[in-house]
């Protein structure tokens, strides 16, 4: 049986914080055994504004850094999304990553 990979995207700005630290603790519960975890800083990758020109993967040669994140996340066999409630909602860059 091969290894499941699991991509896990941290969405707060602020690298170390709680939901930052949150995720630590649920990539350390994993058994690397059976599991390959591949940690993102969403803000690390620079990404345009969803609009009718930029609204899906795959993307041309503006955006390499936000191709290789679609990519990663296209691959994987699951997905964690790590982030914290801005008035009871989620980060902007997450919903934008999300539309596209």
Known sequence: MSKQKIVTI????????????L??????????EKVSVEKFYLHDFPQKF????????PLDNEEPEFKRLCTETEKADGL?????????????????????
Request: aromatic share 10%.
């Open 10 to 21: 941290a969405c707060s700005p602020n690298k170390g914080g709680s939901s930052d630290t």
């Open 23 to 32: 995720l630590e603790a649920f990539i350390a519960g994993m058994d690397p």
């Open 50 to 57: 969803c609009d009718h020109a930029h609204k899906s993967c």
């Open 80 to 100: 964690i999304f790590a982030l914290p409630t801005y008035n009871f909602n989620v980060p902007g860059s997450l919903k934008n990553f999300i539309d596209r």
